[in-house]
T-cell receptor, first 115, second 114 residues
């Protein structure tokens, strides 16, 4: 059973517009959420995170929103740039994991930003 | 400072063969993990370690063994390779604090089992 789901396998947006990537989770014990970005033939790199005590976290062009009641989070990229074209993974960890680094990942969404 | 390194980058095995995927980090991180990435499945945790001598199973541990004799190295062993183990394998390391941000991934090992 997939505990973290990214239901959109792909997303295409025009350069300069907003990209919105969505993620849903089922485990109410998840208390920390992260987004990773992955280019082909490279490992994922950390992008932004949010704790369950917050509903928004912003870092430059990237903002993550968390709706705990809906068990939903989203990543907004504004404005989108061609260099943002990559696979984006949503990930979560739960209280029981402590600080072990154990993460549960979604399936990923491939973002294409067209010039 | 090389970060997380993985060898080999690519490997072809025949069913039943064994091999070890190597992972090393030079950041003195306590926590290390192995994930596999499959199409439509995202990254799934195979095994992880919270320090030298301590390992535990993740979501998909069957068919894989690990050990952690030093802080730097965390090899993943396939004792008898199966086609279902065809995947891209990522090793990651983390300080564990704060949670999540400091998890660094290696470049991956692409494994094909025939």
């Amino acid at each position: 059973d997939q505990q973290v789901k990214q239901n959109s396998p792909s997303l295409s947006v025009q350069e300069g517009r907003i990209s919105i990537l969505n993620c849903d989770y089922t485990n109410s014990m998840f208390d920390y959420f992260l987004w990773y970005k992955k280019y082909p033939a490279e490992g994922p790199t950390f992008l932004i995170s949010i704790s369950s005590i917050k509903d928004k976290n912003e870092d430059g062009r990237f903002t993550v929103f968390l709706n705990k009641s809906a068990k939903h989070l989203s990543l907004h990229i504004v404005p989108s740039q061609p260099g943002d074209s990559a696979v984006y993974f949503c990930a979560a960890s739960d209280l029981g994991s402590g600080n072990t680094g154990k993460l549960i990942f979604g399936q990923g969404t491939t973002l294409q930003v067209k010039p | 400072n090389a970060g997380v390194t993985q060898t080999p980058k690519f490997q072809v095995l025949k069913t039943g063969q064994s091999m070890t995927l190597q992972c090393a980090q030079d950041m003195n991180h306590e926590y290390m993990s192995w994930y596999r990435q499959d199409p439509g499945m995202g990254l799934r945790l195979i095994h992880y370690s919270v320090g030298a001598g301590i390992t535990d199973q993740g979501e998909v541990p069957n068919g894989y063994n690990v050990s952690r004799s030093t802080t730097e190295d965390f090899p993943l062993r396939l004792l008898s390779a199966a086609p279902s183990q065809t995947s891209v394998y990522f090793c990651a390391s983390s300080t564990g604090l704060p949670r999540g941000e400091t998890q660094y991934f290696g470049p991956g090992t692409r494994l094909l089992v025939l």
